[in-house]
């Protein structure tokens, strides 16, 4: 069982704007900040959003974070086939003398 | 560019000690900026944090796994390293290393090391 709640799933056409969703509390997304990760199969996560809203170098503004409380989201508009990939939300959480956190992950399919 | 490059058994027996070690390069690993991570993710699951260690030797672990976990560092090799005790099948999983501020996510990872449990 994760400490950040993610859906297992989300999907969407080509072209077309999805959110995936990242639900904590206060020891972890409200007073912590949050970051996106995209996974490939066989391959390590890479760094998507830090610190709720910024984007790597390289990370095209299709992809846009937010954090709104002991929430947060992470938005892919225009979407493209090569976007189809396991996605997971990250914070750190304060309780147990600290510790690093992630959602499930969500799949996400380009129908 | 700073690379972060797993290495160690891919094959550990239950109730036996899986060791990784994950080498720095292109990177300081004395930096005073940040720490160094072990995170894991078992074949079709997510991931999980392990522990992170400060080039000093403070360390902070996982409340699940700090009985049996021990991470260290060795500056002068530019070494990091992970050991935990009796493994059993559920520690089979890809194991990164990855390098973080405090109490921040993770920005650079290394490729990842499959380390099966089984006799």
């Known amino acids: 069982q994760s400490v950040l709640t993610q859906p297992p799933s989300a999907s969407g056409a080509p072209g077309q704007r999805v959110t995936i969703s990242c639900s904590g509390n206060t020891s972890n997304i409200e007073n912590n900040y949050v970051y996106w990760y995209r996974q490939l199969p066989g391959t390590a996560p890479k760094l998507l959003i830090y610190?709720?809203?910024q984007r790597p170098s390289g990370v095209p503004d299709r992809f846009s974070g937010s954090r709104s409380g002991t929430s947060a989201s992470l938005a892919i508009s225009g979407l493209r086939s090569e976007d189809e990939a396991d996605y997971y939300c990250a914070s750190w959480d304060d309780s147990l003398s600290g510790r690093g956190v992630f959602g499930g992950g969500t799949k996400l399919t380009v129908l | 560019q700073l690379q972060l490059q797993e290495s160690g058994p891919g094959l550990v027996k239950p109730s036996e000690t899986l060791s990784l070690t994950c080498t720095v390069s292109g990177g300081s690993i004395n930096s005073r900026n940040f720490f160094w991570a072990w995170i894991r993710q078992p074949p079709g699951k997510g991931l999980e944090w392990i522990g992170s260690?400060?080039?000093?030797?403070?360390?902070y672990y996982t409340p699940s796994l700090k009985s049996r976990l021990t991470i260290s560092v060795d500056t002068s090799k530019t070494q990091f390293y992970l050991e935990l005790k009796s493994v059993s099948a559920a520690d089979t999983a890809v194991y990164y290393c990855a390098r973080h501020p405090r109490r921040s996510g993770w920005f650079d990872w290394g490729q990842g090391t499959l380390v099966t449990v089984s006799s």
């Open positions: 610190t709720n809203d």
């Open positions: 260690i400060f080039y000093t030797g403070n360390t």
